[in-house]
């Protein structure tokens, strides 16, 4: 399995509405990371886990939430969005933080926000 | 203020030519470079890197050159064809602090292969 699977793949929120945000990866990869796209602009990193410890938080809001359950799940729960937090939302997963070999990345969530 | 940039929104060339895809870097503290082509609804892949030090690596179709005095990389696709029409993203890695292995990336580059 060579994947990062991002589930779902669409969501629809109101900004009173608790979700979560899931990814997962069986290839061993040890740092896994939540980046954000907005449309037109590069992907922007959001937070990074390394050995299941957060390990950067970019001043993210605290209505992001990342959490890491074990070595092979990433979740982002989310709650009390804004508009402006719709976007497509980016989990990708190396071996080893920063690995130089590039990052593998899922297919996103696309996220609105009403 | 954007430490990657891609200048150019879109590139448009003809099967069988030679793409060249520009991204330029303002941060001295990148320790490699890397390339990621996005198709429509899917994530990003990587293609290709080059560390700090070198100026320049090839894999197959693809070649990517480091001028480290111009900040300035580039990836050459030869010859191109209809298949690699997709979003081109540039990345840096940070080298170390609080940045040591933070991808950052550029804007991206819409390359459309006509055959």
């Known amino acids: 399995d060579t994947e990062v699977t991002q589930t779902p793949k669409h969501l629809v929120m109101g900004m009173t509405n608790k979700k979560s945000l899931k990814c997962e990866q069986h290839?061993?990869?040890?740092?896994m990371y939540w980046y954000k796209q907005k449309a037109k602009k590069p992907p922007e990193l959001m937070f990074v886990?390394?050995?299941?410890?957060?390990?950067i938080n970019e001043s993210v809001p605290s209505r992001f939430s990342p959490e890491c359950p074990n070595s092979s799940l990433l979740n982002l729960h989310l709650h009390a969005l804004q508009p402006e937090d719709s976007a497509l939302y980016l989990c990708?997963?190396?071996?080893?933080?920063?690995?130089?070999?590039?990052?593998?990345f899922g297919s996103g969530t696309r996220l609105t926000v009403v | 203020d954007q430490q990657v940039k891609q200048n150019s929104p879109s590139l448009s060339v003809q099967e069988g030519r030679i793409s060249i895809l520009n991204c330029d870097y303002t941060?001295?503290?990148?320790?490699?470079f890397l390339w990621y082509k996005k198709y429509p609804a899917e994530g990003p892949t990587f293609l290709i890197s080059?560390?700090?030090?070198?100026d320049k690596n090839e894999d197959g179709r693809f070649t990517v050159f480091l001028n480290k005095s111009a900040k300035h990389l580039s990836l050459h696709i030869v010859p191109s064809q209809p298949g690699d029409s997709a979003v081109y993203f540039c990345?840096?890695?940070?080298?170390?602090?609080?940045?040591?292995?933070?991808?950052?990336f550029g804007q991206g580059t819409i390359l459309t292969v006509h055959p």
């Open positions: 990708a997963s190396s071996q080893s933080p920063g690995q130089a070999s590039g990052y593998t």
């Open positions: 290839m061993g990869h040890r740092a």
């Open positions: 886990y390394s050995y299941e410890k957060l390990s």
């Open positions: 941060n001295s503290m990148f320790d490699y």
């Open positions: 080059i560390s700090s030090i070198k």
């Open positions: 990345a840096a890695r940070g080298a170390g602090g609080t940045s040591y292995g933070k991808l950052t």
